[in-house]
Structures are given as C-alpha cells and as structure tokens.
C-alpha cells in the first residue's frame, strides 16, 4: 500500500516497485484513505509519506502509528522530505517492521529495495540523517554538555550526598578548588543565587534528569 500526495512520485514508486515483483494493492493521497485501505486490504506493506491532507502536518506519521497500533502484522516504512526526528524514533522504537527514511537520501535503488525487504521481513531501518539530527537535538538540549570532566565528577559527587569536603576528600583536592568547580558548575547551568531556591539542590536535579 502507497501512501503519498504527490502524484508523481507515488506513481513512480509504485512502478519501481512493480518491477522488482511486489504487488502493490492500492494507492491513497491522504491519511484518511490510507487508514480505510489498510482496514479494506490488510496489505504486508505500508509505504507512507509524513506530511499529508488533510493538515499536512505529521498526518502521515500519525496514520502509520494507528496501522501499527491495529495491525501489528503490517510492516510499515515512511519515506518523508522532513526530519521529524523524536516522533520518528518514538515510532521506530515501537517494534520490527517499521523504517523511516529521508526521500532526499535514497538515491540507490537497490539499497532501496534492501530496506523495503528488511521492514517486510520484521526488522527496522532508520535513516542515518535521522540519528544525527536526533542526538544534535540532544546535545543541544543537554545543559551537562558544557560541562568539563572534573565538573561532571563533582556534580557526580554532590549527587550521591558529598558536601565540598568530602568531594575534596575524594578527588583529592583542596576544598577550595572544589568550591570553584562548584561555582562554575552554577554558572553553567544557569542557577543564580536566589533566596527561594537551593542551588544545590537543582544542580542535582539537573544531573539526574539529563546524566
């Protein structure tokens, strides 16, 4: 089953697909149709675009969650323009039998059609342009990231109840250096002192949120 509002390129998918000897039962152009013709046919396969009608927003991603939610037997490949990378994953991570790849990216038809047999065959495929824009976002969600590695070990430390003395007692450093480590780590994650708010406390919590 097809997937695409883009008449050309679903037309041509379909015609490449046909040539390596899949049967390809039906086409849609909206996530609506798609639903009603997986419901009508329960194909092996569903191949579908993420950004279709009727909102062309992530119509597409949202109806291959919904065939794989009703029918954990059909395999399903998105094939997308746009990274929608925590969407993509959460969707990917969900079980076998599902892909995701960049429309920009395939440009080996062979390699192509390895994908398509994989999805089919149980297993998952994910667009290495997807992993990278995945952990970028995360590095840039990362308030650690900027972190040194003494600074990491100190907040580590403070994590498991250590007050800067013990902290010096363990690294081994004068409880003056871990004070100074203990003011950049503040300042780097953006915790000014206020006298509603234990500094200490929300570094902490920083660090078991993101470590």
Do not use: C
Not at 22 to 50: C, K, M, S, W, Y
Not at 143 to 158: F, G, K, N, Q
Not at 168 to 194: C, D, F, N, Q, Y
């Amino acid at each position: 089953m097809l997937a695409d509002d883009d008449v050309l390129l679903r037309a041509g998918l379909a015609s490449l697909l046909a040539s390596w000897g899949f049967d390809v039962a039906g086409q849609a152009e909206n996530a609506v149709d798609l639903l009603t013709l997986v419901r009508e046919h329960r194909p092996d396969l569903a191949i579908v675009d993420v950004r279709m009608p009727p909102n062309h927003s992530t119509d597409g991603l949202d109806a291959a969650t919904r065939i794989r939610d009703e029918f954990p037997d059909v395999a399903v490949l998105v094939l997308s323009a746009h990274v929608e990378a925590e969407q993509a994953m959460e969707f990917v991570a969900n079980g076998g039998g599902t892909g995701y790849l960049l429309k920009s990216r395939v440009v080996d038809i062979e390699a192509f059609i390895g994908s398509v047999r994989r999805v089919l065959g149980g297993g998952s495929v994910v667009d290495p342009g997807l992993v990278e824009e995945l952990l970028a976002m995360r590095r840039r969600q990362d308030p650690l990231v900027t972190l040194t590695a003494r600074e990491r070990e100190v907040l580590s430390l403070m994590a498991e109840g250590y007050s800067n003395g013990g902290i010096a007692s363990r690294i081994s450093v004068s409880e003056g250096t871990v004070e100074k480590h203990v003011r950049s780590i503040m300042m780097k994650l953006h915790l000014p002192e206020r006298e509603d708010d234990h500094r200490r406390v929300l570094a902490v919590l920083t660090f078991l949120e993101h470590r």
